[in-house]
């Protein structure tokens, strides 16, 4: 089976910083690109940016370029997205999920959730 | 940058009922618009892209059809289990927008 499996829920304080990891299995991880969607509490979806694990080539939203930082390790068959310094406004759910065919989402991870507070 | 809109922003109907909801691209993305559900809760799920290709395992009960600029997804009898969110996005090329999502309940 095709799947996408996050690391667990986080707890963190304003000014710290976080890596939240995506581990695909059951393909070829380095053949599809890779993507991060944020989900604000209440709130629809955002697209973050994008990485292709092969050569860790990425692409990010300009909503938020700068304020993430998109990584993988193919050895492992994992992604991250990571923040140097979390505000309360990260706090949300994030998704990974693969892109397939001409770039449709699917699947997705089972979210990871994010919560920022002092 | 395409911007993708999407009407109604919410809708309420009864069992059985055909519902469609509407996408418009702000630029031409020929066939390129996937359909996601997310129920409460939940996980989106990828329900349609090209536009009109039924993802596998998803019902029959939906469909979905344009190419440009102008999309709709049907829900041919709408189902308790219906009850979500509705987003299309962009799958062309980055940035892979999304709607800002269609809210299903039953009345």
């Known amino acids: 089976e095709e799947q996408l499996v996050q690391s667990g829920a986080e707890v963190r304080k304003p000014g710290e910083s976080l890596k939240i990891s995506c581990k695909g299995s059951?393909?070829?991880?380095?053949?599809?690109?890779i993507a991060w969607v944020r989900q604000m509490p209440g709130k629809g979806l955002e697209w973050m940016g994008i990485?292709?694990?092969?050569?860790?080539?990425?692409t990010y939203s300009p909503s938020f370029q700068g304020d993430v930082t998109i990584s993988a390790d193919k050895s492992v068959s994992t992604a991250y997205l990571q923040w140097s310094s979390l505000k309360a406004s990260d706090t949300a759910m994030y998704y990974c999920?693969?892109?397939?065919?001409?770039?449709?989402?699917?699947?997705w991870g089972q979210g990871t959730l994010v919560t920022v507070s002092s | 940058d395409i911007q993708m809109t999407q009407s109604p922003s919410s809708l309420s109907a009864s069992v059985g009922d055909r519902v469609t909801i509407t996408c418009r691209a702000s630029q031409d993305i020929s066939n390129y618009l996937a359909w996601y559900q997310q129920r409460p809760g939940k996980v989106p799920k990828l329900l349609i892209y090209?536009?009109?290709t039924l993802q596998s395992g998803v019902s029959s009960r939906f469909s979905g059809t344009g190419s440009g600029t102008d999309f709709t997804l049907t829900i041919s009898s709408l189902q308790p289990e219906d009850v979500a969110t509705y987003y299309c996005q962009k799958h062309n090329s980055a940035p892979f927008t999304f709607g800002p999502g269609t809210k299903v309940d039953i009345k």
């Open positions: 999920v693969r892109l397939s065919g001409s770039n449709w989402f699917d699947p």
């Open positions: 990485i292709w694990p092969g050569d860790s080539e990425t």
């Open positions: 059951g393909y070829s991880f380095t053949s599809y690109w």
């Open positions: 090209a536009a009109s």
